[in-house]
């Protein structure tokens, strides 16, 4: 880790994360630095971890051999298109967090070799409880993967995909699946209201319940259908309810929400390419 110099473009959510990761698994702050016009921000993350600041991309990539693109996909284009010079004169990975922007959009901004890992990260990454999956361009070295890797753990679980279009898989589950769940929840909360529990009792026991059920399933190597299986007693309460989803066919809404959630993400790559 000690050997990762680490250049943040844009200084907002996701790179806040990500130092604070960093910073937890023992990098030290001298290896890494952020850059982002607007002076509040970097003030923010010097204050907080202690990292170098500059309000200039091209200063900031200089000595890195990583560089980290956190900005919004909207002016991908017009930040890549600037630090291409600075990235050419010396070749670091370049690893882009943002949503829809492709790797060869990403290589003709940057140069067709250009060493370029595409990631799709989640909100928890916030938490440093989130979910990535990568995919890097054959200009990545091994030794580039290990840092993305390493990386993008530092957030939460990283996994790499083979096939970049399978990123819009993953957009449509990991990506927007935390909104799924939060919905869920909100349904839950508002129902169990309407049975008569106070909305703050309701939305605790929601939480918690969806916290305790996802550490089951996170912590054990039961499958999810055994863990399921074990909650419900033939002719119970569980059954009861689960028999009311399966006629609602809970299992085809979800698989309708996540194809439409794919659709957009493939539309979208479109227009952002
Ligand atoms: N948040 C998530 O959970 C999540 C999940 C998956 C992917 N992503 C991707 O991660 C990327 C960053 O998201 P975020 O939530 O961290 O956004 P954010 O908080 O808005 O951070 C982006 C930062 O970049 C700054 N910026 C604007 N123009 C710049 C420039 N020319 N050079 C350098 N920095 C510039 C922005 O300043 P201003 O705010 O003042 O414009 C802002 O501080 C996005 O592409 C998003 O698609 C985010």
């Known amino acids: 880790m000690n050997d990762l110099k680490i250049a943040f473009i844009g200084a907002g959510n996701m ?3 990500i130092i ?9 702050a001298g290896n890494l630095c952020a850059s982002d016009p607007y002076p509040e921000a970097l003030q923010r993350l010097s204050e907080t971890y202690g990292v170098s600041t500059s309000a200039d991309n091209a200063t900031a990539v200089a ?12 002016i991908m284009p017009a930040v890549t298109r600037a630090l291409a010079p600075s990235l050419q004169q010396h070749n670091p990975v370049v690893i882009s967090i943002a949503a829809g922007i492709t790797v060869s959009a990403l ?10 890992v595409r990631c799709m990260p989640n909100t928890p990454a916030l938490l440093q409880c989130g979910a990535t999956a990568m995919f890097a361009n054959e200009h990545t070295s091994q030794p580039q993967r290990n840092h993305a890797e390493t990386i993008l753990s530092a957030v939460g679980d990283a ?5 970049e279009n399978l990123l819009d898989a993953v957009t449509a589950l990991s990506g927007s699946g935390p909104a799924y769940f939060f919905l869920f929840m909100e349904a839950m909360t508002a129902a169990g209201t309407s049975m008569g529990l106070k909305p703050e009792l309701s939305r605790a026991l929601t939480v918690q319940t969806a916290l305790g059920a996802a550490r089951m399933a996170a912590e ?3 499958e999810l259908d055994e863990l399921r299986r074990r909650v419900t007693s033939p002719g119970g309460t569980t059954a009861a309810a689960l028999d009311s989803f399966a006629e609602s066919d809970l299992r085809g809404v979800v698989a309708s929400a996540m194809q439409a959630a794919l659709n957009r993400s493939i539309e979208m790559g479109r227009e952002e390419s």
């Open 63 to 74: 000595d890195a051999n990583v560089v980290i693109l956190a900005v919004k996909p909207q």
């Open 220 to 222: 054990g190597d039961v």
């Open 107 to 116: 290589q003709q901004q940057l140069g067709m070799t250009a060493a370029i």
């Open 20 to 28: 604070g990761g960093l910073l937890n698994q023992g990098m030290p």
């Open 159 to 163: 996994h790499w995909v083979r096939d």
């Open 15 to 17: 790179a806040s994360s």
